[in-house]
């Protein structure tokens, strides 16, 4: 069965999402710990151990406190309260850190750092898992056992004001709520004044337990325009006064005889330099935490904030407030809380510490008896039951409390081993859906491979054994294989694997597709094996002046990409992939301009040259300026010269990666308040370069349209304080920018309209080239049009450059040295991959600007925010695979080949890396980065792939007509 490369490269990519997706499912299932498990009970506790014949005591420790206030300050990062500009711009708070008393601590996160898993994070004290970040969105109830729902069992009455993701996870736990929208990041005031309008009227009333407030306008001012903004101290200050009004009402309310109030100031995550978080460098992860109560000792001066992990703070909140701990947590009890209480208390509330990591470390890791730590608790255990003993048997001597101060130091030991050896332990992997996923897509990847010599030939088709191998006897087997081993795994199988939850009419489909596969590559590899007739046709990545060898270039372009995929090996290599690409763009304007100087200079006769001869003679084209000729090779000489300009500047503009992406960047130059003027004129110029490389293929419609839609642009820019207009007032109030924003998206719509029109007609009514031509380029317009809406003002640049170096490749690059489309194709795939990191996207989570997805919204709606958001994301490798479209349907002298050529090409340099990454993170899956880096560079990656089916599928519908029309 023949089917068109273009067909049959689309028709893999679907399968390879279908499999990539499987292996997601496998590789982010579930929580390390089962969210169904029965929830701690005060009645579950162990009783104090006591060593010899004595009964165990059944003594109760008091709560430490009776009134709790958490005002948690989303990315309140440590320095902001600890660091040089601390007493500046939190003056009480510091007050209070280096003379009050207090307790200090700069508490760790994890990552994911997104407010969602921190919340479940500070709540459950377990270690989310990484596919929470997606759930951020839009947050189910928190089914497993938690800080919260303890407290509402054991009869604390709980209010809450901030962040509704809270009451997304914990609904009907509080008896008051009022929540605000967390996603809008937009909002910086309404936001936080919602939350400090209830305060004075609860801070008076005496009907509550628990007070919880999440302030969320720091991080929205982070999201909008970095820690440095000017905006940043002025809410500090805010914060620093809500702190002072909520501490001096308790200590108002402070009696004598009762038990004292804890105020706790902290952050569920910090903040990068570009003002985002969900990665794991220091900024992000090291957040403040200050405990505030009078059972604290009064402070002499200011002491240096010890570390802890910030899960530390649910053991200590539920044993602080005579809760159980809840059975998923991975934390250890603060033991500065502890120090005000009596020996026998502190041993308790570790033993209760301990006695639930014990647990749990049971339940986790089937070796958990050869975990130093459980053997420490232990030995600690039996200490304390002696301890107990002698105790009872009223021994107070100085020997006595020697020995306790030596139990309680065996208690930590313990629970610092069992902590850590937990926190490893973050997730049970489906690894039947790993398997299964990886064997599916490699499968896949091979057939790729081995069907290449005839995709990429003269003819663009592939002949596929379907029906031989449908037929044939190891189908049916091997189905009989594939079944047995699905119901061997789901009947013995100790955990739930996703497989196995699939009705068996989709098991059964499943089991014969990839029978089916793995018989086809079967035969495919028969016949390539056979000495009968080989497949004939010249490969598009042959030399121009060789039929039997690649040219430097075509192995600049293989040997490249190879090199890429092999680099996805090393973390290192991930974290600074931007560094490869920079690297490989570099080379390839290098070895362009060597082929320019050899088809210019050295090789003047090419037999290939036709009416579009690079230097044409005057016999040839008597009317052909020779003037022009003369320009055209110097601009043909210019253009990797410029190519190389363009990208070492762009490199300046974002620091992005891991290790230097603190170093300072022209963007951030260009986004402090003294260079404002700067940035106007900047945008200014790139907005109009914008329309002049744009409109010359447009219609006069789409002209007008694109002219007023970047006026809408630099206008929104200036409703949002970015840049200035000339008659602009230094004092006049900035809106939000919703009416410019959506002034601009009327002119989007109505110029993808008009593109979309005439390509339908194109397509449909007329085969008219010319008519298509048009249609694709105003697309591709209206697409410009709503990137550089998108983009910050500083990006701007990013995007000149890009079309630019587009304008001028097709000029006198591509089409003047008769590049095939296979060449085309990898040359747009490697500026997509460069130009996504230009645009100071890395391999983190962290770096994803979630603000432009509220571009034109008033409040936060989850579909078009997301759409937004991906879309700017990945606007450099989207607009380079449109212009690889729009050049390969545009060209006269391509054939119908071409564009199959270049979507099989897109096809085998998106698959190659997706394939080698995941088999490569299922062999690495235990790697200490895994969730740091590898992880967010596998969705990444599953984007990628996306895109690349998005753009293939469109291939084959700009060859429909064309087809017709060779027929």
């Known amino acids: ?143 497993e056992d938690n800080l919260i729902w303890q407290a509402k069992t054991a009869g604390k009455k709980m209010i809450f004001y901030g962040d509704d993701t809270w009451l997304r996870l914990f609904p009907k736990h509080f008896m008051e709520y009022d929540g605000t929208q967390s996603l809008f990041v937009s909002d910086y005031t309404e936001v936080d004044n919602n939350v400090t309008a209830h305060l004075d009227s609860t801070l008076k009333r005496d009907d509550w337990d628990i007070l919880i407030l999440h302030y969320l306008g720091l991080d929205h001012i982070g999201h909008i325009s970095g820690p440095h903004s000017s905006l940043v101290p002025p809410k500090l200050l805010e914060m620093d006064d809500i702190l002072k009004k909520i501490h001096t009402a308790l200590i108002s309310k402070e009696a004598e005889g009762t ?134 048997e009223g021994n107070g001597s100085e020997v006595l409390t020697n020995m306790g101060k030596k139990v309680l130091k065996q208690y930590l030991e313990a629970l610092a081993s069992m902590s850590s050896a937990l926190s490893k332990y973050q997730g049970k992997y489906d690894m039947y859906s790993i398997i299964a996923g990886v064997a599916f897509v490699f499968q896949l990847l091979l057939v790729l491979l081995l069907a290449m010599p005839q995709a990429l030939s003269g003819a663009a088709a592939v002949d596929l054994p379907v029906v031989s191998s449908l037929l044939s006897l190891p189908f049916y087997l091997l189905c009989l294989l594939l079944a047995s081993v699905h119901v061997l795994v789901c009947t013995s199988t100790e955990s739930c694997c996703y497989f196995c939850s699939f009705s068996w009419g989709l098991v059964f489909a499943a089991i014969t597709v990839s029978s089916a596969i793995s018989c086809l590559l079967l035969s495919m590899i028969t016949r390539l094996l056979s000495p009968g007739p080989k497949f004939h046709g010249k490969s598009p990545l042959q030399s121009s002046s060789s039929e039997s060898s690649l040219s430097e270039l075509d192995v600049l372009l293989l040997v ?73 090779k110097w601009l043909a000489l210019a253009t990797p010269l410029f190519t190389l300009l363009c990208c070492r500047l762009l490199r300046s503009l974002n620091q992005t990666g891991v290790q230097w992406a603190h170093l300072p960047d022209v963007g951030h130059w260009l986004n402090s308040g003294e260079h404002k003027v700067v940035l106007s004129l900047l945008a200014a110029f790139c907005l109009a370069l914008i329309y002049f490389l744009i409109q010359r293929r447009c219609s006069m419609v789409s002209k007008v349209a694109l002219a007023l839609g970047l006026l809408g642009v630099y206008s929104y820019r200036a409703a949002v304080g970015n840049v200035l207009f000339p008659w602009q007032q230094p004092t006049q109030n900035m ?202 560079k596998l969705l990444y990656e599953a984007m990628h792939l996306l895109l690349t089916t998005a753009v293939c599928l469109f291939f084959i519908a700009m060859e429909q007509r064309s087809s017709f029309s060779a027929l």
Request: charged fraction near 20%; hydrophobic fraction near 40%.
């Open 259 to 392: 038990l004292p109030y804890l105020l706790v100031l902290c952050g569920d995550h910090g903040m990068s330099e570009s003002g985002s978080h969900g990665g794991s460098s220091e900024l992000e992860v090291n957040t403040a935490l200050v405990l505030i109560s009078p059972a604290f000792k009064r402070k002499v001066g200011m002491e240096k904030p010890t570390e802890v992990e910030q899960v530390d703070l649910t053991p200590t909140l539920a044993l602080s407030l005579g809760l159980p701990i809840s059975q998923n947590n991975v934390g250890r009890v603060i033991p500065g809380v502890l120090e005000e209480s009596s020996l026998r208390d502190q041993l308790r509330f570790l033993h209760l510490n301990g006695h639930q990591l014990k647990c749990l470390l049971k339940d986790s890791i089937p070796d958990y008896e050869k975990e130093p730590g459980f053997e420490q608790y232990r030995m600690a255990e039996k200490a304390h039951g002696s301890w107990m003993k002698r105790y009872l």
């Open 1 to 143: 069965m023949k089917v068109r490369s273009s067909v049959f490269a689309s028709l893999i990519l679907i399968f390879e999402i279908l499999g990539v997706a499987f292996f997601l499912r496998g590789f982010f299932p579930m929580s390390a710990i089962s969210s169904q498990r029965s929830k701690s009970r005060l009645s579950d506790q162990p009783p104090e151990p006591l060593s010899g014949d004595m009964p165990n005591s059944s003594y109760v420790v008091k709560p430490l406190f009776k009134r709790v206030v958490i005002m948690l300050v989303d990315a309140l990062r440590e320095d902001f309260v600890f660091g040089a500009n601390g007493r500046k711009h939190m003056p009480y708070t510091r007050h209070l850190v280096e003379r009050g008393s207090t307790l200090s601590f700069v508490a760790k996160a994890r990552a994911p750092t997104v407010t969602m898993p921190r919340i479940k994070a500070l709540t459950t004290g377990g270690i989310p898992v990484f596919n929470d970040v997606v759930r951020n969105l839009n947050s189910p109830a928190l089914l």
């Open 735 to 936: 809106s939000k920018g919703t009416v410019e924003a959506r002034f601009v998206y009327v002119f989007i719509l109505g110029i993808l309209f008009t593109g979309t029109k005439d390509l339908l007609r194109s397509q449909i009514i007329t085969a008219d080239s010319k008519l298509k031509n048009r249609g694709l380029w105003e697309i591709y317009s209206g697409l410009v049009l709503l990137v550089s809406l998108l983009f910050r003002a500083h990006n701007l640049p990013v995007l000149c450059c890009c079309l630019l170096i587009q304008t001028f490749m097709a000029q006198f690059i591509w089409k003047k040295l008769h590049y095939d489309a296979a060449q085309t194709t990898i040359m747009h795939y490697w500026f997509g991959q460069a130009f996504f990191y230009f645009q100071g996207n890395s391999n983190k989570v962290s770096t994803i600007d979630v603000s432009v997805g509220l571009v034109g919204l008033e409040s936060y709606v989850e579909a078009p925010a997301i759409f937004l958001t991906a879309l700017s994301t990945y606007a450099g490798p989207l607009l380079w695979a449109c212009h690889l479209v729009c050049y390969l349907s545009s060209e006269k002298h391509r054939t119908l080949a071409a564009i199959s050529h270049g979507c099989y090409c897109l096809a085998v340099l998106r698959s190659v890396p997706a394939a080698a990454y995941i088999v490569l993170i299922t062999i690495m899956r235990n790697h200490p980065f895994i969730w740091s880096v590898f992880s967010p």
């Open 560 to 632: 490249g990409t190879a090199s890429h995929t092999l680099s996805l090996a090393s973390t290192s290599f991930i974290e600074e992939e931007h560094q490869t690409w920079y690297f490989l763009l570099s080379t390839l304007c290098l070895a362009v301009f060597q082929d320019v100087c050899r088809k210019y200079f050295r090789e003047k006769n090419d037999p290939r040259d036709d009416e579009e001869y690079i230097i044409p003679s005057k016999d040839r084209l008597p009317g052909y300026p020779k003037t022009e000729v003369c320009s055209e």
